[in-house]
């Protein structure tokens, strides 16, 4: 039996999935956070969050790098740890100094740090000949505005330093982008507490389809266990609307996708200890990247990833956590493919009634969540406002993905928002 440290962690879909993973596989965990509240207002009513449920739950300042440091070395004198990890990506560079300053297994810090700032993954990936999309960072308006006429409209706007899609925009003039640098002047601090960077990235719009690379990182060697594909809307948002898994491409796309994704991962020196969620944009000019997570992915693509490979991407985390080899061996599940697709609030309100009624019991369908009535919600700008989702595989090929849409279409007809 090992004994894991878990930093925080994102509340939705991996932490529970590690926990699981981390019981399952004979170990045990301490968990380590600010805040305990974060978590105990997350899980349903009457129920306690799996990471709770650690051997033992302590709290310290996750925030204070520094100072987190000897904290843990001092429980690790007392607990001995065998690994330490996070699924959240604000702490993913906390966690690989702690691996470093205790001697744990895990990827370079240097490595993490620049993964998880999308300015340092844009510089390390031009230098090292990564195609990427043309790109400037600034924090002076003089700076952004030039750099944007010399890109040339329309462009992407992103924070060097947040998730899931949040204040990333599309701009198409002067207008616009003053009005997206503004909304991310007014977001100084992040939903953990830690200040953010005021850089603005500014990057080349690519044309073309958008997928993920699922990788899995151990002694210096990179698995790819395969290639997802992403629906996006709420433009000048970039929400994802869902994925399937595999990804429907030609032999020759899934190869460009998995080899772009492999010298993205080499370029930062990701090749050991990690499991990878690398985005790659298949444009008219060949495959760029657009942004490498040194976790494994989120919106339940492990769980798609799971359904029809029999590869568990969480236990696989905790594999390479401990320095152990991750199974990674296929099995015949049953499914050739399998999808999801999230329920995305188009506008402000109450939301009166959705009705999800018999999708539990429609062919093929392995996933429903629904949001419930009464909850007030607003027009969705990232991947945090989602109502729900539905989840469905198919025996037979890649028509996963129109079994899902159609599913979603029923519930959309019966959504009611006051």
Not at 240 to 264: C, I, R
Not at 359 to 368: I, K, M, N, S, Y
């Amino acid at each position: 039996m090992a004994h894991l440290l878990v930093v925080e962690s994102w509340v939705g879909s991996m932490s529970r999935l590690l926990p699981r993973a981390i019981r399952e596989s004979g170990h045990e965990f301490t968990f380590l956070t600010r805040n305990l509240h974060h978590y105990l207002r997350s899980a349903p009513e009457g129920t306690a969050h799996p990471l709770l449920g650690a051997r033992n739950v302590l709290t310290a300042d996750t925030n204070d790098t520094e100072a987190l440091l000897p904290e843990a070395e001092r429980l690790h004198a007392v607990f001995g740890f065998d690994g330490v990890l996070t699924s959240c990506d604000y702490y993913l560079p906390t966690v690989a100094r702690i691996a470093g300053h205790l001697g744990l297994p895990g990827p370079a810090p240097e490595a993490v740090r620049d993964a998880c700032r999308k300015d340092a993954t844009r510089r390390v990936l031009a230098e090292s000949g990564v195609p990427g999309p043309r790109f400037a960072v600034h924090e002076e308006w003089a700076d952004i505005a030039r750099s944007a006429r010399e890109i040339g409209y329309p462009l992407v706007v992103k924070p060097v330093d947040l998730c899931a899609g949040m204040y990333v925009r599309r701009v198409d003039d002067e207008a616009q982008l003053s009005v997206a640098c503004r909304a991310l002047a007014d977001f100084p601090v992040n939903a953990r507490g830690q200040r953010r960077t005021p850089a603005v990235l500014l990057e080349e719009l690519l044309d073309g389809p958008e997928v993920s690379v699922e990788t899995v990182s151990h002694g210096g060697a990179v698995h790819v266990v395969g290639v997802t594909d992403k629906s996006v809307g709420g433009a000048p948002a970039f929400i994802e609307t869902g994925h399937m898994f595999p990804a429907a491409l030609t032999v020759g796309d899934t190869e460009s996708a998995e080899q772009t994704a492999l010298a993205a991962l080499k370029a930062l020196g990701l090749t050991d200890g990690v499991v990878a969620h690398t985005e790659i944009k298949l444009t008219s000019a060949g495959p760029r990247v657009v942004e490498v997570n040194p976790r494994p992915a989120g919106n339940r693509i492990t769980e798609l990833v799971r359904h029809v490979t029999g590869i568990d991407l969480a236990a696989a985390c905790v594999d390479v956590a401990l320095g152990r080899a991750p199974d990674l061996r296929r099995t015949d599940t049953g499914l050739r493919s399998a999808a999801i697709g999230f329920l995305v609030p188009e506008r402000t309100g109450t939301l009166g009634s959705l009705d999800g009624a018999g999708l539990r019991d429609a062919p093929g369908v392995l996933e429903v969540q629904l949001a419930e009535p009464g909850r007030q919600m607003k027009a969705a700008g990232s991947n945090n406002e989602y109502l729900g989702h539905v989840m469905a595989g198919d025996p037979e090929g890649a028509g996963a993905r129109g079994r899902v849409e159609a599913l979603l279409a029923e519930v959309r007809s019966g959504l009611v928002i006051r």
